[in-house]
């Protein structure tokens, strides 16, 4: 988008500046011309290049943000009914986040270090006037280490193997398990669920790692 063009008329206005929600590495890697490029700092687009070739802990506070687990869940009732408020919902195990979050990137066995749960539909106004009274959703989120996914990256989507469903499978359950710990009336009201995994985020947010917050949130990016 570089403007907007007046349906009555067919003026342009053309804007002085261009704000990008791509993320960084997308912006100037994808997003430029070629013709733009070259006015870009050319030691900023090396260390934008480098989680490319592997390098995920750039220490110019480049490297990629988190990856995240995706949990989409329709229910046959509203929300609210089956004790789902509009707020959201951050469960964690304890509060010693680092320790918990070590524990797990060591063993992926050990328990969620947080679990991010939120309704849409308990949050909209508007939900059950456009789908109806006995529908509600609900949305589970939790960090995974993007390489317990790598080997699957060049496969195809929705074309990956039993072995990668199976994964899958793995991962929606302990998600299903926070959340039912969480709000036990959601269990045996579900009508939909899908997975999306750090794949997911590489194929439809056009990322390399499963990053979903564009450049990782450091102290290094402040010096």
Same mark, same amino acid.
């Not at 687009?45 to 480049?62: C, H, P, T, V």
């Not at 790598?150 to 990956?160: D, I, L, M, S």
């Not at 929606?172 to 398990?177: Q, S, Y």
């Given at each position: 988008?570089? &403007?907007?063009?007046? +349906? %009555?008329?067919?003026?342009? *206005?053309? /804007?002085?500046?261009?704000?990008?929600?791509?993320? =960084?590495?997308?912006?100037?890697?994808?997003?430029?011309?070629?013709?733009?490029?070259?006015?870009?700092?050319?030691?900023?687009?090396?260390?934008?290049?480098?989680?490319?070739?592997?390098?995920?802990?750039?220490?110019?506070?480049?490297?990629?943000?988190?990856?995240?687990?995706?949990?989409?869940?329709?229910?046959?009732?509203?929300?609210?009914?089956?004790?789902?408020?509009?707020?959201?919902?951050?469960?964690?195990? &304890?509060?010693?986040? +680092? %320790?918990?979050?070590?524990? *797990?990137? /060591?063993?992926?066995?050990?328990?969620?270090?947080? =679990?991010?749960?939120?309704?849409?539909?308990?949050?909209?106004?508007?939900?059950?006037?456009?789908?109806?009274?006995n529908r509600g959703s609900i949305m589970v989120l939790a960090p995974v280490e993007y390489k317990w996914f790598k080997k699957w990256e060049a496969n195809r989507v929705h074309a990956r193997g039993d072995d990668y469903d199976t994964l899958k499978a793995h991962w929606e359950e302990k998600l299903l398990k926070k959340l039912f710990q969480v709000y036990p009336k959601v269990k045996g009201h579900?009508?939909?669920?899908?997975?999306?995994?750090?794949?997911?985020?590489?194929?439809?947010?056009?990322?390399?790692?499963?990053?979903?917050?564009?450049?990782?949130?450091?102290?290094?990016?402040?010096?």
């Amino acid at each position: 988008a570089v &403007g907007v063009q007046m +349906e %009555k008329d067919g003026k342009v *206005f053309r /804007a002085k500046r261009i704000v990008s929600d791509v993320g =960084a590495r997308n912006t100037f890697l994808r997003l430029l011309e070629p013709e733009d490029i070259v006015k870009v700092d050319k030691s900023f687009i090396s260390e934008l290049k480098q989680d490319e070739q592997g390098d995920l802990d750039n220490k110019a506070g480049m490297a990629p943000s988190c990856a995240l687990l995706n949990l989409f869940i329709g229910l046959d009732a509203p929300a609210e009914a089956l004790g789902v408020p509009a707020t959201n919902a951050w469960v964690v195990p &304890g509060w010693d986040h +680092e %320790k918990n979050l070590e524990k *797990f990137w /060591a063993d992926d066995a050990a328990e969620l270090p947080v =679990a991010f749960i939120g309704s849409n539909s308990a949050k909209d106004f508007s939900y059950e006037k456009r789908f109806g009274k006995n529908r509600g959703s609900i949305m589970v989120l939790a960090p995974v280490e993007y390489k317990w996914f790598k080997k699957w990256e060049a496969n195809r989507v929705h074309a990956r193997g039993d072995d990668y469903d199976t994964l899958k499978a793995h991962w929606e359950e302990k998600l299903l398990k926070k959340l039912f710990q969480v709000y036990p009336k959601v269990k045996g009201h579900i009508t939909y669920k899908d997975l999306g995994t750090p794949l997911s985020n590489n194929y439809y947010l056009g990322v390399n790692h499963g990053e979903v917050y564009g450049l990782t949130h450091s102290l290094d990016r402040c010096w």
